[in-house]
């Protein structure tokens, strides 16, 4: 049984910052062995990739629309990733899923066999 946990999600104000958290547990799955992803859903709309990381990157990976304001970082020994949301924007307004994968490495949800239950990111304008 895997399981991925998000927090951190909430209401900010344009412009402001929150930081999401994964953590996952279950069998052996681990944040190092792992690629974790981060992907948003807005209401109507199709699950979009926000970043993923993965040791064999030498940096971590970060869709264009969020690119220079979100940052990934992973805490292996508490099977931990985050994701740090700076300069918010209302079209960030989504719901922000964890997702895991053994080997794959990209921007395809689909690729994803393990994924969280999702945190609400609300920004207003």
């Known amino acids: 049984q895997v399981q991925l946990v998000e927090s951190g999600g909430g209401l900010v104000q344009a412009g402001g910052s929150l930081r999401l958290s994964c953590t996952a547990s279950?069998?052996?799955?681990?944040?190092?062995?792992?690629?974790m992803g981060w992907f948003r859903q807005a209401p109507g709309k199709e699950r979009e990739f926000v970043g993923t990381?993965?040791?064999?990157?030498?940096?971590?990976a970060y869709a264009n629309s969020v690119k220079g304001r979100f940052t990934f970082s992973r805490d292996d020994a508490k099977n931990t990733v985050y994701l740090q949301m700076n300069n918010l924007k209302p079209e960030d307004t989504a719901v922000y899923y964890c997702a895991a994968d053994p080997s794959y490495i990209g921007d395809n949800y689909r690729q994803y066999d393990y994924w969280g239950q999702g945190t609400q990111v609300t920004v207003s304008s």
């Open positions: 279950g069998r052996t799955i681990s944040t190092y062995t792992y690629s």
């Open positions: 990381t993965n040791r064999a990157l030498n940096n971590p």
